[in-house]
């Protein structure tokens, strides 16, 4: 269940003509009072015999009394409008449910204490089975201003309440961080415009992928520019600009002017400063990162984020979650078509993971956001499938630790976001990197020159090796092994780089995890001649060992009976 306050000025006129009508598409079915402050007040939706908007007009008129009658003392802020929400798989529930909904919300609020008869006046009003309008003015019937002191997070409490006491979906407690929810305005607005999502959804797409693909904070707004968005600088007495606001082609009020969206009311670090502490961090100034192909730079900075998170302080693992938030909005560009889709869900799902109340360190991962705009900013890269396969298998990996570090830090909500996003990107990884482990599996070496491979897995990692061998990515693995060995390298070398860099005790499939790990490690600089030489005599010695595998009856000299020829 969903309280959500919004407050405003002058009277409630505007208001109750509002949820006593139509609605803007005609969404309000049936709008009529479920409770109010003294059980009697006058009801619109319920007075067939007299003219709805004279009722409308003594419910507004008994309403603000007590503001009316302060006159110029009265409050700047009057009205506390509170609409409240129930999930899709709820049960319906009932006008006398929906009012003790009411009076539980507003006693928790402030707004009227149980049993405080000279508390503010309100109404619920209803016109769907699934939610309520709570309007209330913010003027005591005694001339006093309730005490409602975080009454967002109090109600937020009652509703976690409430839902335990009806039976309803229960919903993570929150910390304040989350990006603020479309109303139900801007959801009807967005449908009669038929877009997918509402404008202040697609907007804070659009910043994310320009703030993670910016360098600078002019190519931040020239990217914004580029996809149509309209940037609205707010400036000092001075000229700086100290805030932004931003608008989207089409989107526009009664008036025909643009609709614009503060920065920080599309999520909370997208004010104008905060972007700008972001961009500081990924400044063109020279970095750490080795030249070569950016999908691996990108590939290793990832795999180092469960790491960081292991054994880093908060402020940097922090960092690294808002980095691999930054490289999942940039992921669906790079991605073929029929992937895109679920890689979207994933980083919009993400999103919620990558705030919390802990200050980010941006700086602790400058080297995985300047990657990742390496690999944006050059079209050829892109069209890597191998690449974006190696990147999402260690990104499910890196997922999965955000949402144990948050649930360790009892984070509910970034937890939930960090297991959801697990599905999208496990659907996404499927869709990609099957195709590209098949095309490498085609290419399969001998099975002599597998048995050779397997038999240095059971003396390297003998606790893993039955495992990978009967995974159906092991022949892929053996082909980047031999197209590395064909390459200069060492195999036996690269499989024990590959087994060093990371434990495989929490790879989904150590296979597939290793068969990334040689290919990001065989595509390095090959070996000089004379150190090829010297691998091609290790290798050399290596099938000649006169020892076999226990598992590879009936004969250590016979390729058949080797697991690669089984395969």
């Known amino acids: 269940m969903i309280p959500k306050i919004i407050l405003g000025q002058g009277d409630t006129r505007r208001l109750i003509a509002y949820l006593s009508g139509k609605g803007t598409a005609n969404e309000h079915v049936d709008p009529h009072l479920v409770a109010s402050w003294n059980d009697f007040a006058p009801d619109p939706g319920r007075s067939p015999h007299r003219d709805p908007k004279e009722v409308e007009k003594q419910l507004h008129t008994q309403l603000d009394q007590p503001v009316a009658m302060l006159g110029r003392r009265a409050p700047k802020t009057t009205v506390w409008h509170c609409p409240v929400r129930a999930a899709p798989e709820d049960p319906?529930?009932?006008?006398?449910?929906?009012?003790?909904?009411?009076?539980?919300?507003?006693?928790?609020?402030?707004?009227?204490?149980?049993?405080?008869?000279?508390?503010?006046?309100?109404?619920?009003?209803?016109?769907?089975?699934?939610?309520?309008?709570?309007?209330?003015?913010?003027?005591?019937?005694?001339?006093?201003?309730?005490?409602?002191?975080?009454?967002?997070?109090?109600?937020?409490?009652?509703?976690?309440?409430?839902?335990?006491?009806?039976?309803?979906?229960?919903?993570?407690?929150?910390?304040?961080?989350?990006?603020?929810?479309?109303?139900?305005?801007?959801?009807?607005?967005?449908r009669r415009l038929g877009q997918d999502a509402t404008s202040r959804e697609i907007l804070r797409l659009r910043v994310r992928r320009a703030m993670a693909a910016a360098s600078t904070e002019a190519e931040f707004f020239a990217l914004l520019e580029a996809t149509g968005v309209t940037?609205?600088?707010?400036?000092?007495?001075?000229?700086?600009?100290?805030?932004?606001?931003?608008?989207?082609?089409?989107?526009?009020?009664?008036?025909?002017?643009?609709?614009?969206?503060?920065?920080?009311?599309?999520?909370?670090?997208?004010?104008?400063?905060?972007?700008?502490?972001?961009?500081?961090?990924?400044?063109?100034?020279?970095?750490?990162?080795?030249?070569?192909?950016?999908?691996?730079?990108?590939?290793?900075?990832?795999?180092?984020?469960?790491?960081?998170?292991?054994?880093?302080?908060?402020?940097?693992?922090?960092?690294?979650?808002?980095?691999?938030?930054?490289?999942?909005?940039?992921?669906?560009?790079?991605?073929?078509?029929?992937?895109?889709?679920?890689?979207?869900?994933?980083?919009?799902?993400?999103?919620?993971?990558?705030?919390?109340?802990?200050?980010?360190?941006?700086?602790?991962?400058?080297?995985?956001?300047?990657?990742?705009?390496?690999?944006?900013?050059?079209?050829?890269?892109?069209?890597?499938?191998?690449?974006?396969?190696?990147?999402?298998?260690?990104?499910?990996?890196?997922?999965?630790?955000?949402?144990?570090?948050?649930?360790?830090?009892?984070?509910?909500?970034?937890?939930?976001?960090a297991e959801q996003t697990l599905i999208h990107l496990q659907t996404a990884y499927a869709q990609i990197a099957g195709p590209v482990l098949t095309g490498l599996a085609s290419r399969a070496p001998t099975p002599q020159t597998q048995h050779r491979y397997a038999y240095h897995l059971q003396q390297a990692v003998p606790e893993h090796a039955e495992h990978i061998l009967d995974d159906p990515a092991w022949n892929a693995l053996a082909s980047v092994l031999a197209e590395a060995e064909a390459a200069g390298h060492n195999a036996a070398t690269l499989l024990d780089q590959a087994l060093d860099q990371r434990t495989l005790d929490d790879a989904r499939s150590p296979a597939r995890a290793l068969t990334w790990r040689v290919r990001r490690l065989g595509q390095r600089h090959a070996p000089s001649p004379r150190a090829q030489a010297a691998n091609a005599a290790d290798a050399r010695r290596t099938v000649q060992r006169p020892t076999a595998p226990p598992n590879m009856t009936p004969s250590a000299s016979s390729p058949e009976s080797s697991k690669g020829q089984r395969r």
């Open 92 to 190: 319906i529930l009932t006008d006398a449910q929906w009012a003790e909904i009411a009076r539980r919300i507003v006693a928790a609020a402030g707004i009227a204490p149980a049993g405080d008869t000279e508390a503010c006046r309100w109404v619920a009003v209803r016109h769907a089975d699934d939610h309520i309008h709570i309007a209330a003015t913010l003027v005591r019937q005694d001339g006093r201003r309730p005490k409602r002191d975080h009454d967002i997070r109090a109600i937020q409490k009652e509703a976690r309440q409430i839902e335990i006491d009806y039976g309803l979906r229960r919903l993570k407690p929150g910390d304040g961080t989350a990006a603020k929810r479309p109303t139900s305005k801007e959801v009807f607005k967005a």
């Open 231 to 417: 940037v609205r600088l707010k400036l000092g007495p001075s000229g700086d600009a100290l805030g932004c606001n931003f608008a989207l082609p089409g989107d526009t009020n009664d008036k025909g002017e643009p609709v614009f969206y503060a920065g920080s009311t599309l999520a909370g670090d997208l004010s104008l400063p905060k972007i700008r502490q972001r961009l500081a961090t990924t400044s063109p100034e020279p970095v750490a990162v080795r030249p070569g192909n950016p999908w691996h730079q990108v590939t290793a900075a990832i795999e180092r984020i469960p790491h960081h998170l292991a054994h880093s302080d908060d402020e940097a693992a922090q960092g690294q979650l808002a980095a691999l938030g930054g490289a999942l909005d940039l992921l669906p560009l790079t991605a073929p078509a029929a992937a895109r889709a679920e890689l979207e869900r994933a980083a919009v799902t993400f999103e919620r993971a990558t705030r919390s109340r802990i200050a980010a360190d941006h700086a602790s991962a400058r080297v995985l956001r300047r990657s990742v705009q390496a690999i944006w900013k050059d079209p050829a890269r892109r069209e890597d499938r191998a690449g974006l396969a190696m990147l999402l298998d260690v990104a499910l990996t890196a997922v999965a630790y955000a949402m144990h570090w948050h649930r360790a830090r009892q984070h509910a909500q970034q937890q939930a976001a």
